[in-house]
């Protein structure tokens, strides 16, 4: 068994002992939101878990990304509840960027055997060698619409990125900027269900994901090439 093996069931077993204790802690929280007694109770109880509560849903997150075992919005939302829409987005880009250069940096130094020890071969091989990333002049392009575009495995394309032909501070501007609508908008959610505002995190979803649409739309109106297109027919 490889190191690699062995330290990813390392970070699955830690994942799922914090994610059941987060759990644990933060069910009884959840089914009080509906009362305003229960949401200042939640505050209160993030406030008392201190910098533990900042560590526990960086592991969360970093466990997230690099095991890629749920999407990500869960722990964005979670973000938006217990450090409010701002200060969420804040922490969720933060720790996306080092989570990102960590990932990216392993794969520049093992290579695509280090990546086939979390995705199937042949997914991989399929991906780099579709037409997309035939064409080195548009690789940043094609990666910025892969994170933009809602329900893309963006964490999986961390690790994809670093066996294209890209610089790895472009690569991480990229990605980072290009998570901010889905960032900023499960932060904004998680914020108003802790203020009570069920409606308005519903809205702000809406309004989001239909402003990405639309942008997506335009693209593919006049990239000749089809690019979006080409994207869905790969992912498949």
Same mark, same amino acid.
Request: hydrophobic share 55%; glycine share 6%.
């Given at each position: 068994?490889?190191?690699?093996?062995?330290?990813?069931? !390392?970070?699955? #077993?830690?994942?799922?002992?914090? %994610?059941?204790?987060?759990? +644990?802690? *933060? $069910?009884?929280?959840?089914? &009080?939101?509906?009362?305003?007694?229960?949401?200042?109770?939640?505050?209160?109880?993030?406030?008392?878990?201190? !910098?533990?509560? #900042?560590?526990?849903?960086?592991? %969360?997150?970093?466990?997230? +990304?690099? *095991? $890629?075992?749920?999407?990500? &919005?869960?722990?964005?939302?979670?973000?938006?509840?217990?450090?409010?829409?701002?200060?969420?987005?804040?922490?969720?880009?933060?720790?996306?960027?080092?989570?990102?250069?960590?990932?990216?940096?392993?794969?520049?130094?093992?290579?695509?055997?280090?990546?086939?020890?979390?995705?199937?071969?042949?997914?991989?091989?399929?991906?780099?060698?579709?037409?997309?990333?035939?064409?080195?002049?548009?690789?940043?392009?094609?990666?910025?619409?892969?994170?933009?575009?809602?329900?893309?495995?963006?964490?999986?394309?961390?690790?994809?990125?670093?066996?294209?032909?890209?610089?790895?501070?472009?690569?991480?501007?990229?990605?980072?900027?290009?998570?901010?609508?889905?960032?900023?908008?499960?932060?904004?959610?998680?914020?108003?269900?802790?203020?009570?505002?069920?409606?308005?995190?519903?809205?702000?979803?809406?309004?989001?994901?239909?402003?990405?649409?639309?942008?997506?739309?335009?693209?593919?109106?006049?990239?000749?090439?089809?690019?979006?297109?080409?994207?869905?027919?790969?992912?498949?």
């Amino acid at each position: 068994m490889s190191k690699t093996v062995v330290f990813k069931k !390392i970070v699955s #077993i830690i994942f799922i002992v914090l %994610l059941i204790g987060l759990l +644990i802690y *933060l $069910v009884p929280l959840f089914k &009080e939101l509906l009362t305003e007694a229960g949401r200042e109770n939640f505050k209160q109880s993030i406030d008392d878990l201190g !910098i533990f509560g #900042i560590f526990l849903l960086f592991a %969360l997150q970093f466990a997230q +990304i690099f *095991l $890629v075992v749920i999407p990500g &919005e869960p722990i964005e939302i979670l973000a938006g509840m217990c450090y409010g829409a701002v200060w969420g987005t804040l922490f969720v880009m933060i720790s996306s960027l080092l989570i990102s250069c960590f990932i990216f940096f392993l794969v520049r130094r093992f290579g695509r055997e280090f990546v086939y020890n979390f995705y199937k071969k042949d997914k991989v091989k399929k991906i780099l060698n579709s037409k997309l990333f035939k064409d080195t002049k548009r690789i940043e392009f094609i990666i910025l619409l892969l994170f933009l575009i809602p329900g893309t495995p963006k964490d999986l394309f961390v690790y994809l990125a670093a066996l294209l032909p890209i610089r790895p501070y472009r690569f991480i501007i990229i990605s980072t900027f290009a998570r901010f609508p889905s960032i900023i908008t499960s932060t904004l959610a998680g914020a108003n269900i802790v203020e009570g505002n069920f409606h308005t995190a519903l809205i702000l979803y809406g309004v989001i994901f239909a402003l990405v649409i639309i942008i997506i739309l335009i693209v593919n109106r006049y990239d000749k090439s089809k690019t979006t297109d080409e994207i869905m027919k790969t992912l498949k």
